[in-house]
T-cell receptor, first 116, second 114 residues
Framework: DADVTQTPRNRITKTGKRIMLECSQT?????MYWYRQDPGLGLQLIYY???????NKGEISDGYSVSRQAQAKFSLSLESAIPNQTALYFC???????????????FGPGTRLTVT | GENVEQHPSTLSVQEGDSAVIKCTYS??????FPWYKQELGKRPQLIID?????GEKKDQRIAVTLNKTAKHFSLHITETQPEDSAVYFC?????????????FGTGTQLKVEL
């Protein structure tokens, strides 16, 4: 879905480096999410934001931080990268209709991060 | 803790056969159950979802059934085709004080063999 973009698409970095992954969306959605995907572990939620002033920790937030710069932008930072943060990272957005709790999430293309 | 369990982790079927993937969830308040398909190297995409006010939903060759009493839901794919080969994820919202979180199952690798 070209409406949700992620940069970079691939990144190799060294242990201890700070790295930022960026997500932008043109769907006008309020809700944005960061997930991590490891083989055999599905999609694990790192952080999520229901609007610009709202940030919530997910299942695996340790070692990560986020910034919601605008409705359209949600960045994920690894303050000091370590090898076990090597994974595929997905950003997603959603916009549940009024009165419903949840609805379809639209994923970005993913960022493959390797920490050596 | 609250989670979603998905079985099997791998499934191999012959083209034309049916495939069934099952998920169980722990939060009795969950009321929305989506299924996502992820092709190799691609992003997950929603293929079907169901809300708790219905027990079954169909869309061509795919269907989802929900048993709220037993807290499980299943994906059914009939007349499987090679292009159905992918990883499938179920999910359910876990309601917390910080807001609703969608929790995903660990995925099922479906292979449709010719």
């Amino acid at each position: 879905d070209a409406d949700v973009t992620q940069t970079p698409r691939n990144r190799i970095t060294k242990t201890g480096k700070r790295i930022m992954l960026e997500c932008s969306q043109t769907k006008g959605h309020d809700r944005m999410y960061w997930y991590r995907q490891d083989p055999g572990l599905g999609l694990q939620l790192i952080y999520y934001s229901f609007d610009v002033k709202d940030i919530n920790k997910g299942e695996i937030s340790d070692g990560y931080s986020v910034s919601r710069q605008a409705q359209a932008k949600f960045s994920l930072s690894l303050e000091s990268a370590i090898p076990n943060q090597t994974a595929l990272y997905f950003c997603a957005t959603s916009d549940p209709p009024g009165g419903t709790i949840d609805d379809e999430q639209y994923f970005g293309p993913g960022t493959r991060l390797t920490v050596t | 803790g609250e989670n979603v369990e998905q079985h099997p982790s791998t499934l191999s079927v012959q083209e034309g056969d049916s495939a069934v993937i099952k998920c169980t969830y722990s939060d009795s308040a969950s009321n929305y159950f989506p299924w996502y398909k992820q092709e190799l190297g691609k992003r997950p995409q929603l293929i079907i979802d169901i809300r708790s006010n219905v027990g079954e939903k169909k869309d061509q060759r795919i269907a989802v059934t929900l048993n709220k009493t037993a807290k499980h839901f299943s994906l059914h794919i009939t007349e499987t085709q090679p292009e159905d080969s992918a990883v499938y994820f179920c999910a359910a919202p876990i309601l917390t004080g910080g807001g609703n979180k969608l929790t995903f199952g660990t995925g099922t690798q479906l292979k449709v063999e010719l």
